[in-house]
């Protein structure tokens, strides 16, 4: 974790634990917080629940979370930008309909039906949130990272996009134009960043490795 998220993630969870304790009002000495303070366990008892009923198999189960963590990220994204950088069809294609056009390089499935495709420019700043819960494409960037699903970021993206980005540690000019884009489970949002100068001379494959996965969140922007 780099010190900007840091400095976000403590930020945003001061702010949510100082809201909590306004609305409280009273007197206490132990720390709030805005998550139940066992999900790992409420998860394990769901879990346990559903193969005991037969409804889930556990190996399928650990499969499928064994393909997000460690076979599908964000390296994933990263191709389908840096095709767009280099080849202008693609990138319109990409732009027009970002579903078929990822999974011309094979990316799609679970997570990842309906894509869209957002395109930053020296004008315009796309940033991505889920409001309401924590829908990611996950056939391009993997699983979400914790901040992604955190109350604070899902509420404060929305209400103070420039407070966050800053928080980020990326400061836009007032003059560019912030769009923030709310996923559902119907439609999940991919920034295409904005090639960064002096990357004139690299590869598909060198400008893919300079392609974070915050940048196609929208939470920073590509560095040469
Ligand atoms: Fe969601």
């Known amino acids: 974790m780099d ?14 634990a100082n809201e909590l304790g306004q609305a409280q009002q009273h007197d206490h000495d132990h720390d709030h917080q805005d ?3 066992d999900p790992t366990l409420r998860v394990k008892a769901l ?15 650990d499969a499928l979370i064994d393909t997000y963590q460690h076979k599908v990220g964000p390296r994933n994204g990263a191709q ?10 693609y990138k319109k ?5 970002a579903t078929n056009t990822i999974a011309e390089l094979g990316y799609g499935g679970r ?17 991505v949130v889920c409001t309401l819960c924590s829908c990611y494409p996950w056939s391009v960037l993997g699983l979400p990272p914790v901040w992604y699903k955190s109350a604070p970021y899902r509420s404060r993206a929305v209400i103070d996009p420039r407070g966050v980005l800053h928080e980020f540690g990326l ?3 007032p003059d560019v ?4 884009w709310d996923s559902t489970a119907e439609l999940r949002y991919l920034v295409l960043p904005e090639r960064p100068a002096g990357t004139e001379n690299l590869s598909e494959e060198q400008l893919a490795a300079l392609v974070t996965r915050d940048a196609m969140v929208g939470v920073g922007k590509v560095k040469a």
């Open 93 to 97: 294609r990409l732009l027009a309909d």
């Open 47 to 61: 879990e346990s629940l559903l193969v005991e009923k037969g409804l889930v198999d556990p190996a399928a189960l």
């Open 111 to 127: 997570q990842g039906e309906h894509m869209v495709v957002v395109e930053n420019t020296p004008t315009v700043h796309n940033l």
């Open 3 to 16: 010190a900007s998220r840091r400095t976000f993630l403590m930020a945003a969870g001061g702010t949510a």
């Open 171 to 173: 400061d836009l000019s």
């Open 177 to 180: 134009e912030v769009r923030v």
């Open 80 to 89: 389908v930008i840096a095709k767009a950088w280099v080849d202008p069809a």
């Open 35 to 37: 998550v139940p303070s």
